[in-house]
């Protein structure tokens, strides 16, 4: 029960993301997997496999970690992050809602 009501919530602040790509660094030095669609939004092209160590275009070196991690951390532009100003300030919410005003 605890282990679906975890991923019903990383699933909630994976569907807050605009794909702006700034906790993966599109405002800086971006990760080698960050790529950007026809609709210029960002994605990861290995996001199955994503967590762990991996390399930015630069070169330095750092752990991809999951959304919620990512909340917690700060970077360039971190206030363009949907999830981020959810976190912040969450709007009013209707019982039975989560993050976004989505259905449960």
Request: net charge positive; with cysteine.
């Amino acid at each position: 029960m605890l282990k679906k009501y975890l991923k019903n919530k990383e699933q909630e602040w994976e569907d807050l993301c605009i794909r702006c790509g700034g906790c993966c660094g599109s405002f800086d030095d971006p990760c080698v997997h960050l790529r950007k669609d026809k609709h210029k939004k960002y994605y990861c092209e290995i996001y199955e496999t994503r967590l762990g160590l991996h390399k930015t275009v630069g070169g330095e070196e750092f752990n991809c970690v999951g959304v919620k991690e990512i909340i917690r951390t700060r970077w360039k532009n971190d206030h363009l992050c949907a999830c981020k100003r959810e976190v912040r300030s969450p709007k009013k919410r209707v019982k039975g809602q989560g993050p976004g005003g989505k259905e449960d």
